[in-house]
């Protein structure tokens, strides 16, 4: 069983930046899928951006630019760097985790088998 632990969530004037991290305990290893999604208040998931096992990285194109992905295999936490953010960023923002490769479908919801329970950025 994986446990994902989201933070830094806040509220932000546009413009601004935050760092979300997820520590990631249980069985997960280097080699899985991680990433963010977010829910607006329309209550549609998005996918933000993932990294696989190798590093590669994929993002969307409303973040792409903006948003920087990171990991630290060591520490076993995830990371979301947010610069320039825009109020159509508001939204609670999960990790999500899945021991398959990220794929070409990456932003498919359903992929993901291990979700963190999310935090809020609300930029103004």
């Known amino acids: 069983h994986v446990q994902l632990v989201e933070s830094g969530g806040g509220s932000v004037q546009a413009g601004g930046s935050l760092r979300l991290s997820c520590t990631a305990s249980g069985s997960i290893r280097s080699s899985s899928c991680m990433g963010w999604f977010r829910q607006t208040s329309k209550n549609e998931r998005e996918g933000v951006a993932v990294?696989?096992?190798?590093?590669?990285?994929r993002s969307s194109n409303a973040v792409r630019g903006r948003f920087a992905i990171s990991k630290d295999d060591a520490k076993v936490t995830l990371y979301l760097d947010m610069n320039n953010l825009k109020p159509e960023d508001t939204a609670k923002y999960y990790c999500?985790?899945?021991?398959?490769?990220?794929?070409?479908?990456?932003?498919?919801?359903?992929?993901?088998?291990?979700w963190g329970q999310g935090t809020q950025v609300t930029v103004s």
């Open positions: 999500v985790a899945t021991s398959r490769n990220c794929g070409n479908n990456w932003w498919v919801p359903s992929r993901y088998d291990y």
């Open positions: 990294i696989a096992g190798d590093g590669v990285r």
